[in-house]
Each structure stands twice: as C-alpha cells, then as structure tokens.
C-alpha cells in the first residue's frame, strides 16, 4: 500500500485555496455549468479539482476540470439516447480495473481518495460514465469496423514488445510417453475435472505431479512468459491470478498450470528472430515473375509449391545469428513481405521472403488480441471525432 499511495500527491495549498474561494462564491450544489439540459455543480467541480489532483494530472486542473465535466455531460446524454445502462457489477468491474492501474483493488483505492476529501461516489460516477460512453461508441461504431487478416498479418510483423509477461504459478506434472500416454492423459483429464469443481490444486499436485516442485505443490519460481513452451505459454497468457489451464500436452508430458500471480518487466533486449521463406524457383524470368506476382506474403508460397518436391520451399524461424551468412545478407535488406532473388542454390533462382522480423513467437499478441487492439484503436479515433461533433453543438452557459 505504500508504494502504491507514491502514485498519488496530495493537494496544494494554492490548490485549496481556489476550492475555497470557488465554495464561497457559490453553493457547493449550485450550477456552475449548463450543457444544454445538465448542469454542472459546483460540489461537481471542486471534486473533479481533486480528484485530477490527487492523480497527478498535468495542466490547468482548474480548465481541465471543467471541460472534462462538460465532456461528461455530453457523454452522459449520449449514454441516455442510446438506452446504455450498466449493471452494478459492470460497475464495479471497472472500479477494480481503474484502481489495479495503481495496484490498487477498489476497496483501497476508495480509501485513499476519502482520505482526500473525494466521496466515493465521485469515484463511481467517473467510471460509470467512462463505461457508458465506451458502449456507446460500440453500439453506433462497432457494426462498422471489419479488421482484415492482412491487417492482423501487419500489426503482427511489426509488433515490438517493450515489457514481457512475467508468472508465477504452480504445475502439476503427469509423464505421458509411449505405452504410458494413453493412462497419462486419462490421469490428467481426471485431475482438470477435480480442479474445476474446487479441488486445492497444491493438494492435488502433491499426491499427482512427478515434477520437481510437488513436494511444494507445485509451487514453481518467477518465469516469463516467453520463456516457457508455445503450448504452455498460449494456455496460460490470458488467465488471470487464481486460474487453472488447461491441459498442455508435451511430447513426454501433460501438464496443468495454476497463475497465482503475474506482472509486467521491462523487456530486456534477445537476439532477433527472423521468420522467413525460400522457394526454389526456375532460373527465368517469367516464372521469377509468375510467383512475385502471385506472393503478398509467406503463406501465399505454399499455393505455389503445391505438387513441387518438398525440398523446394522451405520456411524457418530462426535467431538471426543462426541464419547463414549469404540469407541473413539478403534479409537484412527485407522489410515482412518483400522478397528478394539474388541468391542461387542447386541451379534454381531463391525466391527469399521475410515472413517476420523480431521476438519469439511466445512473446507475440494472439491473432484474436491483435484484432481487438486494432478494433480498439478505430473505436478510439471514431471516439474522439463523435465527441467532436458533440461538443460544437452543445449550448453551454453559465449561470
């Protein structure tokens, strides 16, 4: 918690000041603000002040306070033509979500703010709004934004992680190799099924696991995310602390993992990997042309290759000092997608494609989390011009 409160600074002197002068001039729940039917109190604003204090916002608190209170109004209207209204646990939901910016839950974070002189209701009302305008946005927007694969391909072969996913969990460990895998597997579904109907996972893991750590239950040190098995790493990547996974079937093994806890650490730089693709073709320029004419990217190839001998197209991801010298050469000039044909190999002409320039696969976003980002960032921008629009036919005054 006092890490946490680090976050935070408290009020100015000149800060309180101004609350007191503005409280002297006007009731604390006169209207200081109309936005066309809704008026702003002066409660409202002083509390707003705070608030945006109390988080460190940058600026002119005073400007800001206000015209994010108009914002507010604006996006309230909204919410109420759209008939958006929000359960009490979609509430609170996005209390836990905003206070956990601050590795905070709600509960303390409240504390903190009333501590402030900030009501808990402010708190609430901010949130809610924000919630309200995003299902708003969803609702006129959503209907109309369609990501494309080739998008995603994109986002994907440009994508540089600046933090890495760091766990700490517990595995059950169930050997699953050669005659044996048929029962491994059985033991391990059997096991799934008793965590998913409240069993304790370290008792289990105790009695079950062959792995190193079940005397611990399970129990296994900090890891990165990358650093674990793809399957592993795709099966625990979006569970959240307290989760079971599901089962992660190794060539040797089953395993079962539990997130107790996870966080974010700065990344720290790893040699670069480089997914890319060769396809062995005639040495003419006709079929040279032929395939570049037909490839916006690697997977295109395997059409290409369809019926030809295997060894004539070959794809690898592979850390860039582990790719020979004359490809790494001709790759280093590639942006994804481009190719090149300098190179020549048992007669026939390379045509080279880099399919992916940078992390392990382990440390990418899936293709369904990429989407959503992307959908994210269109709803965003048709976010802030429709706020545009609202606000220059709003009829604002004082009264």
């Known amino acids: 918690m006092t890490h946490s409160r680090a976050v935070f600074r408290k009020v100015t002197l000149a800060s309180a000041l101004v609350l007191t002068a503005s409280v002297a001039q006007a009731g604390p729940f006169s209207a200081v603000k109309i936005v066309n039917s809704r008026s702003v109190t002066q409660f409202e604003y002083d509390q707003r002040v705070q608030f945006m204090t109390l988080l460190n916002q940058p600026g002119d608190l005073a400007q800001l306070a206000m015209e994010t209170l108009i914002d507010d109004r604006l996006r309230q209207t909204a919410a109420a033509e759209f008939g958006i209204k929000l359960s009490t646990a979609d509430i609170q939901a996005g209390m836990e979500e905003f206070a956990g910016r601050a590795n905070l839950d709600a509960a303390q974070f409240t504390q903190i703010i009333t501590q402030a002189g900030i009501e808990p209701q402010t708190f609430r009302d901010f949130v809610e709004t924000g919630l309200s305008w995003r299902e708003v946005v969803r609702s006129k927007y959503g209907p109309q934004i369609a990501i494309s694969e080739a998008a995603i391909d994109r986002a994907m072969a440009s994508f540089t992680p ?20 048929e029962t491994g597997l059985k033991a391990a579904q059997d096991l799934l099924l008793q965590l998913k109907s409240g069993v304790d996972f370290a008792t289990l893991a105790r009695a079950n696991s062959k792995g190193r750590t079940a005397a611990q239950g399970g129990a296994l040190d900090w890891v990165k995310l990358s650093d674990l098995p793809n399957d592993a790493a795709v099966a625990v990547r979006s569970l959240g602390a307290g989760k079971v996974s599901d089962l992660v079937v190794l060539d040797d093994k089953v395993l079962i993992y539990r997130v107790e806890e996870q966080k974010q650490d700065l990344l720290t730089p790893k040699t670069e990997v480089l997914d890319y693709a060769e396809l062995l073709v005639a040495d003419d320029t006709a079929a040279l042309g032929a395939v570049r004419a037909n490839t916006s990217s690697c997977n295109d190839l395997y059409a290409l290759a369809k019926g030809l001998p295997e060894d004539r197209l070959r794809r690898q991801t592979l850390p860039l000092g582990q790719v020979p010298k004359d490809e790494a050469a001709a790759l280093s000039l590639l942006d994804a997608g481009e190719s090149s044909t300098d190179l020549m190999r048992d007669g026939y002409r390379v045509f080279l494609m880099l399919c992916r320039r940078g992390p392990a696969e382990s440390e990418l976003p899936s293709r369904d989390e990429v989407r959503l980002q992307l959908t994210n960032q269109q709803l ?11 606000r220059s036919e709003a009829i604002l005054r004082t009264p």
Do not use: F
């Open 162 to 181: 600046s933090t890495t996913l760091m766990l700490r969990m517990s595995v059950i460990e169930i050997p699953a190799l050669g005659e044996s895998r």
């Open 380 to 390: 965003g921008a048709q976010a802030q011009i429709y706020l545009e629009e609202l």
